[in-house]
């Protein structure tokens, strides 16, 4: 099934537009594309400029001489563990991208096809919980996760020890459930045909089983949509991980390893440095993002919507 | 609305002791009733179970600490000396913010015009986009490179599109210049600064808007079209027509979540416009968001019973605006969603 | 359905939710290890080679914090010293957060403008009586003044900051000046004449920049002119403010003439001064190292300083001052003071301090201790810092009052709306201190 069988262009006959409409379409998508992507461009090139070559009037569109070496130093760079940051990053985002999946799914399929009384209420709260400002929870927050019970050297009351807050679950915990998650996989569930759903209950399946045979790959999109927002949304999340970084640096993310970076690098003379710090520290996740694209058409494709 | 079939079993449990007498019923009927009793006990406990990680997560990640923010802002605290050292002040936190505090009431309408103008600006740039490239060979490279700019936090964003407005280095100006119109003072100007940073905003976030679209999109089955194409519609009808109502749920997604994340900027605000070194002189009161005036609220002026009091208020008007926005776009429309 | 469809389904739960367990343990982290060394934890907000220390090639030429701690590490081998290194813009707002959850660092480097409050809220330890009165005989009064709050010296202070003209001595002597300017009315002048424009309108070069983006950086040169002028910020018992009358208002209109001159408009930025794109700037005394590195061998040839041009016949310059201070909270309060008195107090043979050695040849600013001052003659005496070291003399420092940020921010932002002409500078000086009041009554009323 080719991507022509659905959208507007589905079935299109032959008509007098197509040509123009096609050349103006290049030519807008195109402008499209150069606007999104000059400013990385401008960012790989002054990675690779010196010091004077970076505040020279009229600004200088690509060195002479580029300055590989800068990449080279700061990947040996004690200062700038990147091999740490990622994987602080790597392990964070999967495991916060596994948690919402499974809550959202689980949560979005229980306000759709399930009823039971409350169940309007508590969408609603879920879509209220969304409107809190973020910084509201940064201190209690910290203090709970202090606070945890039996974890850190902390006793059963939580008293004692750092409780969460140096392990890995202090970065993961607070994210571990995403409304917007919960949203998303509601407005798709509701467009998966009751009947389905009801046929199965007729069969005799449990609602564990129809949550895993029917709704999970039929809103493969949404699920994949949500797993790579909140992956990239994990990722590049600074405030928080910056926070719980003061007192563990062990736990540093690829946000807090940029930030360390502007700090390690903070003079002028380390501009370049600091830009081909920073290039290394994105161009994984997009790499990461083509690669997720991929099973995202893939499984779009396989739920044959119709 | 989805929910027990057609055995015509009303809404709401029936308690067993209103039941009729066995003798005054087939008994078919009666075991359909005991039947949608347990389908509905089933169901309920189903559902709260498959709620309950959530339920638990909201418990204690929200309800206490907003709970404890809700306490806070009736008191003077400053988060230096213990909580309970604060001393209650009742709603003075809330009532100085709305009628003694210029810079906060410049903030709320700074960030509405932001809001606004970034989701449904960004929305229709996004729709277009979308509608693009959403057929076009190599699609994929396309998407690649609409959503890059997403990937990139908003730090290096900011300070990327600071160098790009700079007001004699900066590209856009050399462009003007190149083209023969007058170059501007874009961050440093009181009236430019918001749309330029509104423009960046944009221009970050239109990718990930695209994708939702494409998803949309591709969610709206191919049948319509071609029923349309027989009855002779043209591409314009086709889109009023069609692809707009079908997209209303994903509009009503995306202008609800936008907005709520749009009246929460602070990221490009601050590393912009407001952020220090690299900032320059962009009067506040032009350019001040209320995120980032709570944060310096809290943090630098050490009033977090104040700044919570804000975020309070903020609460209010985004759960205001989200349920206008509701009500506008649910009216009509080919399906009901709630 | 089958049961095997359902057996599948519980399946993919119990996985998940042994995954999740199995990363929860594996990840819970280590818990508090018995600690065999006595831990300090000094929050510090210096970074890069302030930390670790100025290299030329592999030599190492000015030591790093990360030394100096080591040293002492070495000859206490029971303390263990941890050094946080945090952002500037950041530092206090990791303080309080800290704080709040009872993780607070044992050593704090304390912003004057900080100290009312951590005083007021019981944050900090008081300040051993041998310190204090080694403040009080060894250090210059202007930094003593500094570290007082409510008349009692709270913290140790390390480092003083004041301001001075930075100029680019090429560019005046193209333009044919024979020095920098004195009085501010030849600021003005000299500023307007050494703007460069471009064809179309645009400036090449400003004659003058002013230090912008946080709320020091306005008010403490208008403070300067203030005092010049004899006016004052606050009344001395902080009941009103007392900047908007006459005299800060002749402050403000001697900022503006420079905007209407044409020496500076609202785009220039100080920090292009490296560039050549600006003449003449305000500047504080912590920016030396980044101009010698912008200028490398130029350096000596370009940069000049100079005392803020007098007006009135006479030149104020704002001070502010860092201390040091140990937490209330803190469970190592006098290993904390020990490793201080070593750092700060402890004289070596030369006279100077181990701190003042640092803030000299690595920070490359003012040491407020006068041994240091005396026994540091390369660094203090060079073509940057003489001239502030000079312009001590005639410096004031910036009253210590509570709330001192948020009155300074609301100064800050009114003064700007005057540079930009969006309010009349009365106007502005009158909304600024009828907000200062509110405060000022709120915590001294």
Redesign the interface.
């Known amino acids: 099934m080719s991507?022509?069988?659905?959208?507007?262009?589905?079935?299109?006959?032959r008509s007098p537009?197509p040509a123009v409409v096609g050349t103006l379409?290049f030519v807008?998508?195109l402008a499209?594309?150069a606007?999104?992507?000059?400013?990385?461009f401008?960012?790989i090139s002054s990675s690779l400029m010196t010091y004077q070559e970076s505040i020279r009037?009229?600004?200088v569109w690509w060195p002479e001489v580029p300055q590989w070496h800068h990449y080279l130093e700061v990947l040996r760079d004690p200062r700038v563990p990147l091999g740490l940051y990622f994987k602080n990053s790597i392990i964070v985002s999967s495991a916060v991208t596994l948690l919402v999946l499974?809550?959202s799914s689980?949560?979005g399929?229980?306000?759709?096809?399930?009823?039971?009384?409350g169940?309007?209420a508590?969408f609603r709260?879920?879509?209220?919980?969304?409107?809190?400002?973020?910084?509201?929870?940064l201190?209690?927050?910290y203090y709970?996760l202090k606070r945890m019970p039996l974890m850190g050297g902390n006793d059963i009351l939580g008293l004692g020890g750092t409780g969460a807050l140096q392990s890995h679950l202090a970065l993961i915990?607070?994210f571990?459930?995403s409304a917007?998650g919960?949203?998303?996989m509601r407005?798709f569930m509701?467009?998966v045909p009751?009947e389905l759903?009801?046929a199965a209950r007729i069969d005799g399946a449990s609602?564990l089983s129809i949550?895993s045979r029917i709704m999970l790959p039929l809103t493969r999109?949404?699920l994949a949509?949500i797993a790579?927002?909140t992956f990239?949304g994990q990722w590049?999340y600074?405030l928080w991980p910056l926070i719980v970084t003061t007192s563990a640096p062990h736990l540093a993310t690829v946000?807090v390893g940029?930030?360390m970076m502007a700090t390690a690098y903070s003079t002028a003379l380390n501009a370049g440095k600091l830009q081909a710090a920073?290039v290394m520290a994105?161009v994984p996740?997009?790499v990461l993002?083509?690669t997720m694209?991929?099973h995202y058409?893939r499984g779009?494709a396989l739920t044959g919507?119709? | 609305m989805?929910?027990?079939?057609a055995e015509g079993s009303e809404?709401?449990?029936r308690p067993l002791g209103r039941l009729p007498p066995p003798e005054a019923c087939p008994r078919r009927e009666a075991w359909q009733m005991a039947r949608s009793l347990s389908r509905?006990a089933?169901?309920?406990v189903?559902?709260?179970l498959?709620?309950s990680?959530?339920?638990l997560?909201?418990l204690?990640?929200?309800l206490?600490?907003?709970g404890?923010?809700v306490y806070i802002s009736f008191t003077n605290w400053?988060?230096?000396?213990p909580?309970e050292r604060a001393r209650w002040v009742g709603f003075s936190n809330y009532t100085y913010l709305l009628t003694?505090d210029d810079?906060f009431i410049a903030s709320l309408k700074n960030t509405l015009v932001y809001a606004l103008g970034t989701v449904f600006i960004g929305m229709a740039i996004a729709l277009g986009?979308a509608?693009?490239?959403?057929?076009?060979r190599g699609?994929?490279l396309?998407?690649?490179?609409?959503?890059?700019?997403?990937?990139?936090?908003?730090?290096?964003?900011g300070r990327?599109?600071g160098?790009?407005y700079h007001?004699?280095?900066g590209?856009l100006?050399?462009l003007l210049?190149a083209v023969g119109l007058?170059?501007q003072?874009w961050l440093?100007?009181?009236e430019l600064a918001l749309p330029s940073i509104m423009a960046t905003a944009i221009?970050a976030g239109v990718?990930?808007t695209v994708?939702?679209f494409i998803?949309g999109?591709?969610?709206?089955?191919?049948?319509y079209?071609?029923a349309a194409?027989i009855d002779g519609a043209r591409?314009w009808h086709?889109?009023w027509h069609?692809?707009l109502p079908m997209l209303r749920?994903?509009v009503?997604?995306l202008s609800?979540?936008g907005l709520?994340s749009a009246w929460?900027v602070f990221?490009l605000v601050y590393s912009m416009a407001l952020?220090?070194?690299?900032?320059?002189?962009?009067?506040?009161?032009a350019v001040m968001v209320?995120?980032l005036y709570?944060?310096?609220t809290?943090?630098?002026?050490?009033?977090?019973g104040r700044?919570?009091a804000g975020?309070m208020i903020?609460?209010f008007i985004?759960?205001g605006l989200?349920l206008i926005l509701l009500r506008v776009l649910r009216r009509g429309g080919l399906e009901a969603?709630? | 359905m089958g049961r095997n469809q359902q057996r599948r389904g519980w399946t993919l739960v119990c996985t998940a939710a042994a995954l999740a367990a199995v990363m929860a343990v594996a990840l819970a982290g280590p818990g508090t290890a018995l600690a065999a060394r006595t831990k300090i934890v000094w929050q510090v907000h210096w970074t890069d080679f302030q930390i670790d220390g100025i290299y030329q090639g592999d030599r190492l030429v000015a030591r790093g914090l990360r030394q100096w701690v080591e040293e002492y590490e070495r000859t206490h081998p029971d303390i263990d010293i941890e050094l946080q290194s945090i952002p500037m813009?950041e530092y206090?707002?990791r303080l309080?957060?800290a704080?709040?959850a009872g993780t607070g660092p044992d050593i704090i480097s304390v912003l004057n403008t900080w100290g009312p409050?951590?005083v007021y809220?019981?944050?900090l330890d008081p300040v051993p009586a041998d310190l204090v009165a080694d403040v009080r005989s060894q250090y210059i009064p202007v930094a003593v003044e500094g570290a007082t709050v409510d008349g009692q010296i709270w913290g140790i202070p390390f480092e003083v900051g004041n301001y001075a003209l930075v100029y680019n001595k090429k560019h005046l002597q193209e333009a044919g000046f024979s020095g920098p300017p004195r009085t501010w009315d030849e600021l003005v002048q000299m500023g307007a004449k050494l703007t460069r424009r471009a064809a179309?309108?645009?400036?090449?070069r400003y004659g003058f920049a002013?230090l912008?983006?946080?709320e020091s950086a306005v008010v403490h040169p208008y403070l300067g002119l203030l005092w010049s002028l004899g006016g004052d910020f606050l009344a001395p018992d902080f009941s009103r403010a007392t900047f908007n009358g006459p005299e800060g208002l002749a402050a403000l209109e001697a900022e503006l003439q420079l905007f209407r001159s044409g020496a500076t408009d609202?785009?220039a930025?100080v920090?292009e001064f490296p560039q050549g794109?600006v003449s003449m700037m305000i500047m504080a005394s912590w920016y030396e190292s980044s101009l010698k590195q912008a200028f490398g061998s130029e350096y000596e040839a370009t940069v000049g300083v100079a005392p803020i041009p007098a007006i009135n016949g006479k030149s104020v310059n704002a001070a502010y001052s860092w201390w040091l201070g140990v937490n209330a909270q803190s469970r190592v309060k006098k290993e904390a003071w020990d490793f201080i008195r070593w750092f700060t107090a402890q004289t070596l043979p030369d006279g100077t301090t181990r701190m003042g050695t640092y803030q000299a040849e690595n920070i490359g600013s003012i040491p407020p201790r006068k041994g240091d001052l005396a026994g540091h003659p390369e660094q203090l005496d060079d073509l940057y810092t003489r001239v502030f070291v000079q312009e001590l003399a005639n410096a004031r420092h910036e009253p210590n009052v509570l709330?001192g940020?948020?009155i300074k921010?609301i100064l800050w932002?009114e003064i700007?709306?005057a540079?930009?002409g969006?309010k009349t500078p009365q106007q502005a000086l009158d909304d600024a201190a009828s907000?200062i009041d509110?405060i000022l009554r709120e915590f001294y009323g």
Do not use: C
Request: without cysteine; glycine residues 6%; hydrophobic residues 50%.
């Open positions: 991507s022509r069988d659905t959208g507007p262009a589905a079935g299109r006959r537009w379409r807008v998508t499209v594309a606007v999104m992507v000059l400013p990385f401008w960012m009037v009229p600004p499974v809550t689980m949560a399929y229980a306000l759709t096809k399930l009823d039971f009384p169940r309007d508590i709260l879920f879509l209220a919980t969304m409107m809190f400002p973020a910084f509201l929870f201190v209690p927050v709970i915990l607070p571990a459930v917007w919960i949203f998303l407005q509701m467009s009751d759903v009801d609602e949550w999109p949404a949509t790579i927002f990239i590049n600074l946000p940029i930030r920073t994105i996740t997009i993002f083509l694209q991929r058409i779009f919507f119709k | 989805t929910g027990p079939g809404r709401g449990l509905r089933r169901q309920t189903a559902g709260y498959f709620l990680p959530a339920i997560f909201y204690v990640f929200l206490f600490p907003v404890l923010s400053n988060m230096l000396a909580l003694r810079m986009v509608l693009l490239i959403n057929n076009v699609s994929a396309w998407r690649f490179l609409i959503f890059a700019p997403v990937v990139t936090p908003a730090i290096a964003v990327i599109w160098g790009i007001p004699s280095q590209y100006n050399q210049r007058p170059p003072q440093s100007s009181a221009w990718g990930a994708i939702v998803a999109l591709r969610n709206i089955p191919a049948q079209y071609e194409r591409p086709e889109f069609i692809t749920p994903t009503l997604f609800v979540t709520i929460q990221d952020g220090g070194t690299e900032a320059g002189t962009t009067p506040a009161r209320v995120a709570l944060y310096t809290a943090f630098r002026n050490l009033r977090a700044a919570t975020a903020l609460f985004i759960f989200t969603y709630e | 813009e206090l707002n309080i957060v704080q709040a409050q951590l809220d019981g944050v179309d309108g645009t400036v090449e002013f912008a983006g946080w609202v785009s930025s920090w794109r709330q940020a948020e921010t932002h700007v709306e540079w930009h969006r907000k509110d």
